[in-house]
């Protein structure tokens, strides 16, 4: 959707860090050096908002207190509301032990009949990264929805794996009570950990189709028999911090009593 944004020239530093932080491109400086926002497409991620150190990006629609500090009351609510989806990592590979701590941990996630039948894949290192985002985009090529993503490429754009030196991928038996609900309950809480010892995640829809779909990329992956993709996440040391959390409307809640 189109969400028109505005920089407050008041508050403005021209800093740029909304221009880094915006993957939609609304965001440029102009000939005099000075940041505007452009009427472009918005995916409503406000990364802009959260990266602003000076608060100066005004979202319309939204209620007042555009963007505001890290509250420093509960952990867990600041580490839910801080979470950012990270498109930009570190050329460093992340300590594997973070990731083994991450996933035993959501080995305590809440599964249908406790049946616990999901598993995991960890792609580590940028240049096996590399051999299966190339296989995606051998997948994408002929199929309409997605062929978009091999003229980014070409472009040097990469939505999918943007970069991550290491992807975690959740699969389960489809069989399973509930193979979908399992995997991805399990990658939420295994994600809150990676991101609690700092590391930036990101979850890649476009891998998890393409694997859903891609027997080259099944054969890749080595995935148990008759395993399916139901999670895919980038996980790197993040290039980039946020120091706000942008505002989120309340939640929509109907009681029935």
Known sequence: MTVMMTIDK???????????????GIFRRGEDGTVFAR???????????????????VTHGMSEGETYPVPPDSPLLRAIQSRRSIRHFKDELPDKALIQRALDGAAYAPSGKNEHRNRWTVVYGRARVEELYQLV?????????????????????????CGAPCLI????????????????????????????????????????????????????????????????????????????????????????E
Not at 10 to 24: H, P
Not at 39 to 57: G, I, L, T
Not at 155 to 161: A, Q
Request: proline share 7%.
């Open 137 to 161: 985009l051998e997948w994408a090529g002929p199929v309409e929805h997605y062929k978009h993503l091999v003229w980014l490429a070409r472009k040097g754009i990469d939505p999918v794996t």
């Open 10 to 24: 008041k508050r403005c530093v021209e800093c740029g860090a909304c221009i880094t932080a915006c993957s939609m």
């Open 39 to 57: 009427e472009r497409p918005c995916m409503d991620c406000y990364h802009c908002a959260a990266a602003c150190p000076a608060h100066a990006v």
């Open 169 to 256: 991928i959740g699969h389960n038996h489809p069989e399973a009570l509930n193979p979908q609900d399992d995997t991805v309950i399990a990658t939420l809480l295994a994600e809150q950990l990676l991101v609690e010892s700092g590391l930036g995640t990101c979850w890649s829809g476009y891998f998890r189709t393409a694997a859903q779909n891609s027997a080259d990329i099944q054969r890749r992956l080595a995935l148990p028999e008759g395993h399916r993709v139901y999670s895919v996440l980038m996980v790197g040391v993040p290039a980039e911090r946020y120091p706000n959390i942008p505002h989120r409307p309340v939640a929509q809640v109907q009681w029935v």
